[in-house]
Every structure is written in structure tokens, then in C-alpha cells.
């Protein structure tokens, strides 16, 4: 199980790094172009956009992964270790559910738009749609793995609090 956790944690990273070079180079390209040569590329703004977004899905990954997401947790941090752990675990169950279900809806997006032969709308790229959707299903399946994670983990040290370092 470590040696899964460790390679889906090294593949994260390094689809997050090249998501966020491959960004950055393409707003860089477009600002040299427009500001040195008077031209700009009709497909930088869309490639860029779905770059953003596929590294906003690895990034909440991330955040699950390492427990440093966004909570609000001013009850929660009353309660005992048990009740801790129990809200947690209910928390984690209900976010799995609505990703699972995502995932599984992202799926059938991907489908119809392939069976469609759905292109991009904003420009003249000739890479069909379901390329880009293809983050809906697998960013909601890495998260998924990262709420099942913490859910074992949760079950088995039974402390919170352990994963996020408190």
C-alpha cells in the first residue's frame, strides 16, 4: 500500500509540475509573441485555460492528500478524539459519494462528446473536446483514492488528527 501511495504521490507531482511548466510557458510564448513579433497564437489562451484547470484538479488532490484543504473547524476541534474521528470519517464518506458519482458522470461526459465527435468551440485546435474533459472523470478518481486513503487511515489510527500534522 506505501508503494502505491508513493507512486501515485510521485505522479501527482509530476503532472502538477508539468501542468504548471507547461502553463506558464504557453502565457510566456503569447506575451513574447504579441510583445516582440506584433502576433499572437489563436490556441494559447484555450491550451493555457485547460491547463489551469487540470492542475486545480491534481492540486485538490494534493490538498486531500496532505489534509491541508479548506475546513472549518471551530466545533469540530471541540469534540474528542472519537467524535473527531467520527465527523471526519462521516465528512470523507460524503465527499466520496459526490466524487464517485462525479467521476461516473464525468465518464458519460466524455463518452458522448467522443461519440459526437465534439470539437473546441473558442478556437481552430484539432484536438476533440473529450480530450480536455478527460480531467473530470480522472481528477474525481485521484481524489476519490485520497478520500479512500484517509478513510483507512482514519479507521486504523482512529486520530484525526495524525494526518495533518496536529
Known amino acids: 500500500m506505501a508503494a502505491v501511495r508513493r507512486a501515485l504521490d510521485h505522479v501527482e507531482d509530476a503532472l502538477s509540475g508539468a501542468l504548471l511548466f507547461c502553463g506558464l510557458a504557453i502565457v510566456f510564448l503569447e506575451i513574447a509573441g504579441r510583445s516582440l513579433f506584433s502576433a499572437s497564437f489563436i490556441w494559447s489562451e484555450e491550451v493555457s485555460r485547460y491547463t489551469l484547470i487540470w492542475l486545480t484538479y491534481f492540486g485538490v ?72 474533459q478527460m480531467i473530470v472523470p480522472l481528477g474525481y478518481a485521484c481524489i476519490s483514492l485520497r478520500l479512500l486513503e484517509r478513510l483507512l487511515h482514519l479507521w486504523r489510527a482512529g486520530d484525526p488528527d495524525v494526518m495533518r500534522g496536529g
Open 61 to 132: 488532490a494534493a490538498a486531500v492528500r496532505s489534509d491541508s484543504h479548506i475546513k472549518v473547524t471551530i466545533f469540530i476541534d471541540r469534540l474528542p478524539s472519537r467524535g473527531r474521528r467520527g465527523i471526519e470519517m462521516f465528512g470523507c464518506l460524503i465527499c466520496l459519494a459526490f466524487c464517485l458519482f462525479v467521476a461516473w458522470y464525468g465518464v458519460r461526459l466524455v463518452g458522448d462528446s467522443r461519440s459526437f465527435g465534439l470539437m473546441s468551440a473558442d478556437s481552430d485546435i484539432p484536438i476533440p473536446i473529450w480530450v480536455f
